[in-house]
């Protein structure tokens, strides 16, 4: 332990680039600090410096501070500029996300909490497989309850620090009657008896452990000798408890944040928190800043007369010397289309004047906004990449859409048709996609050709093949629907009868909604087509471009995962009523649903360095469907005085036609075939071929199934055949032998 006075005076370099506010925060190395200030000014910078400082000046190492950021890449890039600040690498950090350094504690002592130290963590698709095992135990109907908005009810218990035991009568009351908590319950044990935590018990297990260990807790107590926190007004409850409970020996804890950038609170992060800090830690040091270095004066001013409509805040001011620059541009255009158009040539003319890709970044609200910008990159020729999440046709309805395309277009396609075969679920379980595949070998046949044969025949169960049937026949008429069928009218067909809307339309989880509103996107983007075989083309070409060009890049990203990122020049499409803010935000929470949105719309202002483009546009086109589109409440709210209003009339009421839009795509002449075919002639060779008429009437045969049988019927690829045991079958002749060979 170190406790001698401070081995490097306080005058180091490093404090003189500081204001005043700023060098007092990190200069407050013990006590509780709490520094509450706006966007840009400089409170991730303070943590840095304050923990370059505590290990210059010998008051801690590396082992004994805990450092907690937001994400992984903050994490990273925190331990380079601490690198670059020192001179040197350090090792031994405790630096990471929540997430990360709750792992690494559990760990060590897994065993406290019946775990082992190899425990897995799991995703969320493991987690929602979990859950589907446990549902038919539990009495719940998995219309209204499907797995993942069980999953969704859990996870938010977890982000509160409420373990089973902990919800009261009164919180489940509402949720089926308390069968949500009993499969809580259950879950728990199934991850104790698998090894495994989810994200949310990484902290959860941290909590008990440290609450039943005494000893254990105030050897963590004594060894962090300091503790630093990013980004702290999107802390949830765990997060907060975990905190207090670690920061029990020495009280040295230092939290940035701001209020007015909390955007979690539909993720159980609350900015109580806050408030709350002063309480717990009596006699804390509370330090505002107040200037800004990250953005011009008209953005800062925007941005600050913006936040200015929310009531529920702390209140602050905000001020920069740096140019007042450019005004903030809002910009009126016809539709998505136009405006990506817009967007696309504003970023080669910025390319042309010098500006780094690097430091241009779309921010959108809902994922699905980014398919148009996608596709105009990929036009432009402007690499880009996406943050925080896959891209549009990389996402799980997206995918599972167009697999079912591939299926109407392409019977043959094995990957797709395997893809959706039981999605939504039809009961057709692996052990009949087994049968399927060994049909299909075993008639050099495609998935599709073996499922439409092997329906005739009593190889499946009558459900199974009920189901099997409709969907194979469904697929034949969806086929037949043909030319007269515009693409976008098809596609809304199949995902409708198919029951895959309607799954998602079931699914009460809080992202199902944003799944439905990707699904209507790939409507509309298929409209743009003219026909099918192009469109999948352009998909499967858009998902080969994904493979890495790690070089300069504009980045694409949701307005929630920007924060604590800056960027030159920060384009923010789609300020319109609905979208931003967006309806479920006001429907589901009313003023303060309606204050969180605007939080993130400061955040999105305060990303900007040098400029901040709004748009909005007259049309957007959800599911097909033009809708008139209103400016968004934000506009309206944003200072005059900081604000330049573009109109530009020849591209406002410009309309386009849909043709025009789908001429654009180079890819049009490339063939479709050849990406999508799965099985190349002759390439089976080695597989014997089974068809019926190698097989005749009186010949005594093998089947795995049913036994031994005289065959009294061929046709194709069936038989029809008299089982010693089973009676008169109808089965493929694939999946018999001759019994002489049956061994
Ligand atoms: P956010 O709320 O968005 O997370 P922040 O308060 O964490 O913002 P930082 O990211 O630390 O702000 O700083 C914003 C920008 O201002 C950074 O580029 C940082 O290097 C710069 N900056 C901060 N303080 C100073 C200073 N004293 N002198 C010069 N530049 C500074
Ligand atoms: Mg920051």
Same mark, same amino acid.
Request: proline share 5%; net charge negative; glycine share 16%.
């Given at each position: 332990m170190n406790d001698s006075p401070?081995?490097?005076?306080?005058?180091?370099d490093y404090l003189t680039e500081l204001n005043d506010g700023q060098r007092q925060a990190v200069l407050a190395t013990e006590g509780p600090v709490l520094v509450l200030a706006g966007a840009g000014t400089g409170k991730t910078r303070v943590l840095t410096t304050r923990l370059a400082h505590i290990l210059t000046t010998g008051r801690a190492g590396p082992g004994q501070i805990l450092a907690v950021t937001f994400t992984n890449k903050a994490a990273r890039e925190m331990k380079d500029r601490i690198a670059m600040l020192l001179g040197r690498p350090v090792e031994g950090w405790w630096l990471g996300t929540f997430h990360a350094l709750a792992a690494r504690l559990l760990r060590r002592h897994a065993e406290l909490v019946g775990?082992?130290?190899?425990f897995t963590i799991l995703d969320t698709d493991d987690q929602i497989r979990l859950v589907k095992q446990l549902l038919p135990g539990s009495r719940l109907d998995d219309k209204k309850w499907p797995a993942r908005a069980v999953l969704g009810a859990i996870e938010r218990w977890k982000d509160r620090a409420l373990t089973p035991d902990r919800v009261t009568p009164a919180e489940q009351a509402h949720l089926a009657d308390g069968a949500i908590l009993r499969l809580y319950h259950a879950y728990q044990d199934r991850l104790l008896t698998v090894n495994a935590c989810d994200f949310g018990d990484l902290l959860l297990h941290n909590l008990t452990l440290l609450g039943a260990n005494a000893e254990v807790a105030a050897s963590y107590q004594r060894q962090f000798r300091y503790i630093l926190v990013d980004e702290?007004?999107?802390?949830?409850v765990a997060q907060y408890l975990w905190l207090r409970l670690l920061a029990q020996?020495?009280?040295n804890l230092c939290c940035v944040g701001d209020d007015?950038?909390?955007?979690?609170g539909w993720r159980?992060?609350?900015?109580?928190n806050i408030l709350r800090f002063e309480n717990d830690f009596p006699g804390a040091q509370v330090i505002r800043l107040e200037?800004?270095?990250?953005?011009?004066g008209h953005i800062l001013g925007a941005a600050s007369g913006l936040i200015?409509?929310?009531?529920?805040r702390l209140g602050k001011t905000l001020w920069t010397? *740096? %140019?007042? @620059?450019?005004?903030v541009k809002v910009r009126a255009l016809w539709d998505g289309q136009e405006e990506a158009r817009a967007i696309g040539e504003e970023i080669e003319a910025l390319q042309r004047h010098?500006?780094?890709?690097?430091g241009i970044a779309i921010l959108v609200?809902?994922?699905?906004?980014?398919r148009e910008f996608e596709e105009r990159f990929l036009t432009l020729g402007v690499p880009y990449r996406v943050v925080g999440g896959p891209r549009f046709y990389e996402r799980q309805e997206i995918r599972d859409a167009v697999a079912y395309l591939r299926v109407v277009h392409q019977p043959d396609d094995d990957l797709a048709f395997e893809r959706i075969i039981n999605t939504p679920r039809r009961g057709i379980g692996d052990t009949t996609v087994r049968v399927l595949h060994q049909a299909a070998r075993g008639q050099r046949a495609s998935l599709f050709e073996a499922a439409r044969r092997i329906?005739?025949? *009593? %190889?499946? @169960?009558s459900a199974v093949r009920r189901s099997l049937a409709s969907l194979t026949r469904d697929f034949v008429r969806w086929q037949g629907l043909?030319?007269?069928?515009?693409n976008a009218e098809l596609v809304g067909i199949v995902l409708d009868e198919s029951g895959y809307t309607g799954m998602w339309q079931a699914?009460?989880?809080?992202d199902a909604p944003g799944r439905l509103e990707n699904l209507k996107e790939l409507v509309a983007a298929i409209a743009e087509f003219p026909d099918l075989g192009g469109f999948l083309e352009h998909v499967s070409l858009v998902l080969e471009v994904t493979?890495?060009?790690?070089?300069d890049m504009a980045t694409l990203m949701t307005l929630h995962s920007a924060k604590g990122l800056e960027f030159d020049v920060v384009f923010l499409p789609g300020w319109e009523e609905g979208l931003f803010p967006h309806k479920r935000a006001l429907d589901e929470s009313g003023v303060s649903g309606l204050e969180e949105e605007r939080r993130l719309a400061y955040v999105g202002l305060t990303r900007a360095r040098r400029r901040a483009d709004v748009s909005f546009v007259a049309n957007r086109r959800l599911y097909n469907q033009w809708q008139v589109a209103m400016p968004s409440r934000f506009i309206d709210e944003l200072p005059p005085a900081h604000v330049e209003v573009e109109k530009n009339p020849s591209q406002f009421g410009r309309t386009q036609g849909l043709a025009e839009g789908a001429a654009?795509?180079?890819?049009?002449?490339?063939?479709?075939?050849g990406g999508l075919r799965r099985r190349a002639p002759?390439?089976?060779?080695?597989i014997a071929v089974a068809e019926a008429?190698?097989?005749?009437?009186?010949a005594r045969v093998f089947h795995v199934k049913f036994g031994y049988g005289l065959v009294t019927a061929a046709e194709g690829s069936k038989l029809d055949i008299d089982f010693d045991k089973a009676g008169t079958k109808k089965v493929m002749a694939s999946f018999v032998q001759p019994a002489d060979r049956a061994g």
């Open positions: 401070a081995a490097m005076p306080d005058t180091a775990l082992k130290p190899n702290y007004q999107d802390a949830n020996g020495h009280r007015d950038q909390s955007i979690y159980g992060a609350e900015v109580g200037r800004n270095y990250r953005s011009t200015a409509h929310n009531r529920g010397e *740096d %140019e007042e @620059g450019d005004k010098g500006q780094r890709l690097g609200r809902a994922g699905f906004q980014m329906v005739e025949t *009593d %190889e499946l @169960g043909g030319a007269d069928t515009g699914d009460k989880s809080p493979e890495g060009d790690p070089g654009v795509w180079p890819i049009q002449a490339r063939s479709v075939a002759g390439d089976t060779g080695a008429q190698d097989y005749a009437v009186g």
